[in-house]
């Protein structure tokens, strides 16, 4: 029978299981394989990928796995998730309840642990000993949260044993982690043994959730009837696992009793399996069966427990199972579910996006024909869509649009490359990267897409984006010298964690000619050959290009299955239409829409099909319509925004004498206009106040470009509603410099007092950085006013909540030393104060170069600590205000860097000064309103309040100090980094002094903790 090889982890694929391609392939067809290749090689096989694309490709995926995990890690740990479009971390129970989805979350830090082994098999063996040591110290489960039993096995328990495995691999491997003692497993052990009570039911099937802390004893399990096929199906690699390595049998018995059941409960007929079924009476509630949602990882946990666990029983019901699904599921490429009692009957009309996990499953089986068939179908699929929609019908329509930046397509994709060599599957992998790069990435992360159609982005970035997608999609570009592990050793489970072959304990070897490589021959007396099946590549030697002979009739399978669906090259979508683009608008009447304006402001498109100009236009006008609907329900399921205001002080009275001039500016009133928020640009209600000197766009309607567009820059411009989308008027001023937008309403009277809240729209791409609100016609009447009194009134925008409290004290001093200052108490509101502020900045630019230059001798002069940080804020101070005198357009980061430079060449030949700065108490800098009288100076002269607000602050931080201790180590380069940082931040202190909050809201306060402490 030839030499034999044991068997490597994908797992079979090179070794064998290949046998159904020999049933699939005609004699007849596998002998012209070549000249059929050699007549169309030309027109339908992928050229070979060169090898500097292939490793680009590479590293522009670990690039992608780092901004996804940075984000993660710097925005929103130890919180489960990130939320990559708030930049925050979503904890259980903290955010908008979002059903089942949540049932994944257990503030246990779910994308870390999810993420551990990604770590080693991009080689970061540095950052995944760090993610251990903060598993172990920050990862607790004795939580009062109800869990999906599923989930949080398949990513938690797997996570934590693939890396427990991982990092005893890699010690005895490379000596790293070599503190380590098992602390993952014995983590995992504990979360397991949490899970456990959710087995007790007559039939030992799991109910679908358990209570981390009581287990079921919790009110909201009281109803736990009904659970998956594959919730209770995929346990077993999980606890078979963690039963092998902790010697506690108990978890592979009840994964091993559920796996029994569930086989026992298959329609005898037809060897199908339902959908969903009773725990306590094992009676099936769905008994539709297919290969989707709810059934899937089923069928892969019993061939992966036989590939990992070697018993010969799982691959005999799996067997059975792919037979059945072949005969009645499969319908060519495409898997259709069926009624499992009835399998001739389909039951429903869709496929959904997990079915792209079967080729892939395929391929470990060894019938490579179909896999290949049906992998290309759905890459046709993600195409027209640049992302696989969450479901689409048989003729391909959307049906659900969402897409999570799910894996199982990437999956099947690499799985497919490494069984066929074929660089097609490369080309795909590129098209997946890109699409991720093009319409995913945020500047925080990657964000789901809410719907393929419109490409508007939701929220979420789930933990298997960065355990699954980013790895998968690395190793499709991976070399085997690139990889720090030997994957041949491991098998991958359904979240993409590794398991070890080496906890088989059977013998499992099969048959195939070994390479002229290898030399080593293995015997093994127990080897089967009537389960054995022999390697593709030794029955097609050097015909790694049959994979585009299976393809070829496929070409466009999905195109031509429903021709009067037939993909348009699209002139015009929703998310870019422009109501006073001439161009766009013609387009809409070749649709055969019309829009008209309604008179509460709004419009109203029609589509008319015998209106349009030819068929192919009047169907791009239904698909334009739909998108529009799509948008509008977006847009309706916003979150409801709070109001807005507009805040400024009235003018001072024209004319005034020099003795009045004091008594007028005192007397000045605060005025707060009710204003409606913007669905897009930056938000208000996180404590956001912008100000700025007020102008008026020209033309007023600002559609295009502004005859004024030199007098915005940096100003607050006030524009009118009409003739374009708000969110292009935005970004037409954001384009030319403007810090914000008010839009006034073009109805005549109208006002807040009789109108309701006004929420300005987007179109689904908020690429808007700048604050809008909104003002009803009359209310805006108020604002013109004082502009016509004070064409350098300044304003505020901010939340309601904010701009609506602007009384507050004012104490003017003047001096007579070339300038005058304001000096707002911390005792008001930050809206008035930071209007009055902005509106004093009157120094000369000569006074003002004269203040730089007095800050720079004493930076340079200074010595001690204390005068060295006095002299850096003065810098930054005066370098700010100097820029206002100035106009300049330069920026915080800029005068940042001046100073970081400064501050490095002076500490660079005194060490000691450098670490004497940090331990300086910094809240004694930062209190000062004008930065040059010592903190306990400006305790003495505050009001009590203040006082005992710098007490109170004082004790907050120390209780912080002993959190912080490893965060800062005893070498001068960690010194060095952290007072960079420090230092970075000076450059809004300023701004903070003035604010009542600043001891509690100072953006220095996250690095206090490091600075206040004893040397």
């Avoid at 004290?809 to 300038?819: F, M, S, V, Y």
Wanted: aromatic share 8%; hydrophobic share 35%.
């Amino acid at each position: 029978m030839g030499s034999i090889i044991r068997r490597t982890p994908f797992n079979i694929f090179i070794v064998c299981l290949f046998t159904s391609l020999v049933h699939s392939l005609e004699k007849s067809e596998t002998e012209n394989i070549s000249d059929t290749l050699e007549k169309n090689e030309s027109d339908t096989f992928t050229k070979t990928m060169s090898t500097s694309t292939k490793k680009y490709l590479k590293e522009e995926a670990k690039e992608m796995f780092y901004h996804a995990y940075n984000s993660y890690m710097f925005n929103a740990f130890p919180a489960d998730e990130l939320m990559p479009l708030s930049c925050k971390g979503r904890w259980r129970e903290t955010e908008i309840p979002r059903g089942d989805i949540d049932e994944a979350l257990g503030n246990f830090s779910l994308t870390l642990v999810d993420a551990l082994d990604t770590l080693v098999i991009i080689g970061d063996l540095e950052e995944f000993e760090r993610a251990v040591k903060l598993i172990i110290k920050e990862v607790t489960f004795d939580h009062d949260i109800v869990v999906s039993l599923f989930e949080t096995n398949i990513r938690m328990v797997g996570g934590l044993i693939s890396g427990h495995i991982l990092a005893e691999h890699i010690n005895q491997l490379y000596g790293a982690v070599s503190w380590y003692r098992g602390e993952l497993l014995s983590m995992a052990q504990d979360l397991a043994t949490r899970l456990l009570p959710a087995f007790n039911t007559s039939t030992g099937i799991p109910h679908p959730k358990v209570n981390l802390k009581y287990g079921m004893k919790s009110p909201k399990l009281q109803n736990s009837r009904d659970t998956c096929t594959a919730c209770a199906g995929t346990i077993i690699l999980e606890f078979a696992s963690l039963s092998r390595l902790t010697g506690e049998s108990i978890f592979e018995e009840k994964a091993r009793q559920a796996m029994d059941y569930l086989w026992s409960q298959r329609h005898r007929g037809s060897d199908l399996m339902g959908t969903v079924l009773n725990v306590h009476s094992g009676d099936w509630v769905r008994r539709d069966s297919g290969v989707g949602a709810g059934i899937d990882s089923y069928y892969e946990y019993l061939l992966k427990a036989y590939v990992l666990l070697g018993d010969d029983e799982y691959l005999g019901r799996f067997n059975k199972h792919y037979s059945a699904v072949m005969k009645y599921v499969s319908q060519g490429p495409m898997m259709l579910d069926v009624h499992m009692h009835r399998p001739h009957t389909t039951s429903r009309n869709f496929m959904d996006a997990l079915h792209a996990f079967w080729p892939g499953l395929q391929v470990l089986k060894g019938d490579i024909k179909p896999a290949i068939e049906t992998h290309e179908m759905l890459y046709q699929v993600m195409q027209r869509h640049n992302f696989l929609p969450e479901a689409f019908t048989t003729d391909f329509q959307v049906h659900w649009g969402q897409h999570p930046l799910r894996p199982e397509f990437v999956e099947s994709t690499y799985l497919l490359y490494e069984a066929t060599s074929d660089p097609y599957y490369l080309n795909v992998g590129k098209q997946i990267l890109k699409s991720l790069q093009n319409h995913a990435w945020v500047p925080c992360g990657y964000a789901a897409v809410k719907d393929v159609r419109t490409g508007v982005l939701e929220d979420r970035m789930d933990s298997f984006v960065l355990s699954e997608t980013f790895k998968y999609l690395y190793l499709l570009f991976a070399e085997p010298e690139d990889l720090v592990i030997n994957l041949n050793e491991f098998i991958f489970t359904t979240e993409a964690h590794l398991l070890p072959l080496s906890l088989a304990r059977l013998s499992n070897l099969t048959t195939v000619p070994l390479s002229e490589s290898m030399t080593e021959t293995l015997d093994d007396d127990d080897v089967e050959y009537a389960r054995s099946c022999p390697n593709v590549h030794f029955l097609f030697p050097g015909r790694k290009k049959f994979a585009e002979t299976i393809r070829k009739p496929l070409k466009n399978f999905v195109n031509n299955i429903c021709p009067s669906r037939k993909t348009i090259k699209r002139k015009l979508r929703a998310s870019e239409f422009q109501a006073g683009n001439a161009g766009h608008m013609s387009i809409l009447k070749d649709m055969g829409i019309t829009l008209m304006a309604l008179p509460d402001g709004r419009v109203q498109l029609l589509h008319t099909t015998s209106s349009s100009k030819s068929s192919d236009d009047a169907e791009e006008g239904l698909l334009f319509m739909q998108e529009m609907i799509e948008l509008s329900k977006l847009q309706q399921d916003q979150p409801e925004n709070p109001p807005r205001s507009v805040s400024f002080l009235t003018p001072m009275k024209k004319n005034a004498s020099s003795d009045d001039e004091q008594k007028s500016f005192e007397e000045r009133k605060s005025v707060t206009l009710l204003a409606g928020p913007a669905q897009f640009g930056k938000d208000l209600s996180k404590d956001i106040v912008v100000t700025g000197t007020v102008v008026k766009a020209s033309p007023i309607k600002a559609c295009g470009k502004l005859e004024n567009g030199e007098e915005v820059k940096g100003k607050i411009v006030i524009l009118e509603r009409g003739e374009c989308m708000f969110i292009e008027k935005a970004r037409n001023i954001e384009a030319l410099g403007a810090v914000g937008g008010i839009v006034v309403d073009n109805t005549p009277l109208s006002s807040s007092s009789t109108s309701p809240m006004f929420a300005m729209s987007g179109d689904g791409n908020d690429n808007v950085s700048i604050p809008m609100v909104f003002l009803y016609s009359v209310d805006a009447l108020t604002l013109f006013e004082a502009l016509e009194d004070d064409p350098e009134l300044i304003v505020a925008l901010a939340d309601y909540s904010e701009g609506k409290l602007v009384e507050s004290t004012i104490e003017t001093t003047k001096e007579q030393d070339k300038q005058s200052d304001v000096v707002i108490q911390a005792t008001g509101p930050r809206v008035k104060s930071t209007i009055l502020k902005h509106q004093t900045t009157t120094d000369s630019i000569e006074e003002m170069k004269i203040s730089m230059k007095s800050a720079f001798r004493s930076l340079e002069e200074a010595e001690t600590p204390e005068e060295v940080l006095k002299a850096a804020l003065a810098f930054v101070t005066a370098a700010q205000r100097q820029n206002t005198a100035e106009g300049s357009a330069k920026r915080s980061s800029e005068i940042i860097s001046e100073l970081q430079i400064l501050l490095l060449k002076k500490t660079a030949s005194n060490p000691g000064l450098l670490k004497s700065l940090l331990s300086v108490h910094l809240i004694d800098f930062v209190l000062p309103t004008a930065g040059t009288q010592s903190g306990s100076d400006a305790a003495k002269k505050s009001p009590d309040g203040v006082k005992e607000n710098v007490d109170l602050f004082s004790q907050v931080l120390k209780e912080k100090i002993s959190k912080l201790k490893d965060q800062l180590n005893s070498d001068q380069n960690s010194f060095q980094q952290v007072f960079q940082k420090i230092i970075n931040e000076l450059a809004y202190s300023r701004d903070n002094n003035n604010n009542k909050d600043n001891n509690k809201d100072s953006p220095l306060k996250s690095y206090f903790d490091i600075f206040y402490k004893e040397k």
